[in-house]
């Protein structure tokens, strides 16, 4: 009785340190979002077109604000930004943006010159095709891309990622949202902390990792893979739709084995809070 007894608080404890732990994380999110979008009384327009030789590589590095990046067919990297200050116009004056560029290569700093300065800039950046996206990040703020890619690093804090296009080799991190992704070609990386993960797929052309905490991963395949899969969970359930031969013991929470010929690239799926789907696009 005292050790039935012992494992009910034990186990109600579990539950309960879970329901806090995601409380936080949302709090603090949400708590970060609204001073993303907060109303900003002050706004000033940022425009600088970089005439390049030959696609190479990008980068830019933002603190609050989101950031969008497309690809053109044009070898221009099209930089438009705009500045927002929250209460204090002379505030604007304390973001600068620096631009650093040479025949191949562009570098975008977002620079505060005070902490705690209640502003954020929002950018739209259109770069050539098959450039490389080195790292875009931001801190407080979407991430944000799409077109054809030679690789891409994409990294914010809190905020969400989404990225649709030809890209040959994807990492997508982020601590406090979710991950949303079509049609990437190559291999990708995927990872957030607090947040759920989607992916769309024709098929899988290399290796795919995805992990999460606190939410789930579905992914929907339009053909079927041809690699090794692996698939586990701490709480939640998973879901296959394709035939996979099992290898070792299967259960609710760890599935693995080959996909096809199981000679084609690794697929594995991870998360704690959270069910895993490998799903068929629907007819």
């Known amino acids: 009785m005292i050790s039935k007894k012992l494992s009910e608080v034990i186990g109600s404890g579990r539950v309960l340190g879970l329901a806090m732990m995601l409380l936080l994380a949302f709090v603090f999110s949400a708590g970060c979002q609204d001073f993303i979008e907060a109303t900003y009384k002050y706004e000033e327009p940022f425009s600088q077109t970089i005439a390049l030789k030959e696609p190479g590589s990008f ?22 930004a705009t500045k927002y200050a929250r209460w204090k116009k002379e505030d604007l004056a304390k973001i600068r943006i620096e631009v650093v560029s040479g025949e191949r290569s562009v570098v975008v700093e977002t620079i505060h010159e005070k902490r705690n300065l209640q502003v954020k800039v929002d950018y739209e950046v259109t770069v050539p095709e098959n450039m490389a996206l080195e790292m875009v990040k931001t801190v407080n703020g979407r991430v944000s891309l799409n077109g054809k890619f030679e690789r891409a690093q994409l990294q914010t804090t809190n905020g969400s990622i989404s990225a649709r296009g030809d890209i040959g080799w994807l990492e997508a991190v982020t ?28 098929e899988v052309t290399g290796d795919l990792e995805a992990r999460t905490t606190n939410g789930s991963i579905t992914v929907r395949l339009k ?19 394709y035939p996979i031969t099992v290898e070792g013991q299967i259960s609710r929470r ?30």
């Open 223 to 241: 053909n079927q893979p041809d690699g090794y899969f692996s698939a586990r969970v701490t709480n939640g359930s998973i879901k296959v739709d």
């Open 175 to 202: 601590t406090n949202g979710s991950l949303d992704l079509g049609q990437v070609k190559g291999r990708a990386s995927l990872k957030t902390t607090n947040g759920s993960i989607k992916l769309e797929l024709n």
């Open 59 to 80: 980068s830019l590095s933002n603190i609050n604000g989101s950031v969008t990046v497309t690809s053109s067919p044009d070898l221009n990297v099209v930089i438009k």
């Open 254 to 283: 760890r599935v693995e084995g080959r996909m096809g010929s199981g000679q084609g690239p690794r697929i594995e799926l991870r998360t704690t809070n959270g069910s895993i789907s490998l799903l068929k696009f629907p007819e």
